[in-house]
């Protein structure tokens, strides 16, 4: 019926094909498609390796708990202190 010889399929040249590649880059479907699919696998990718962060230590009420301690600490020394100087001056 319909025959192709080989005299009929004319080959392009890479001089022919960069208009094509140049009008296929510019066109505004496939400018939006690239960034849409940029942002779908940056987006994937973001779930993918999300970890979620460990909690912080509560340093605020640790550190008011070590407070009072240290400051019994002194009190206690200063008392001891007291009572030896005390007892030194009575002698």
């Avoid at 880059?25 to 979620?52: C, E, N, P, S």
């Avoid at 912080?56 to 030896?84: L, M, T």
């Amino acid at each position: 019926m319909f025959q192709v010889q080989l005299a009929d399929i004319k080959t392009m040249t890479i001089k022919e094909y960069i208009p094509v590649i140049l009008g296929v880059l510019k066109d505004l479907r496939v400018i939006g498609t690239v960034i849409v699919m940029i942002l779908v696998i940056q987006f994937a990718k973001f779930v993918t390796t999300y970890r979620k962060k460990p909690p912080k230590p509560k340093k605020a009420k640790a550190a008011k708990a070590a407070q009072p301690a240290k400051e019994e600490k002194k009190d206690e020394k200063a008392a001891e202190g007291d009572a030896a100087a005390g007892g030194e001056e009575k002698k």
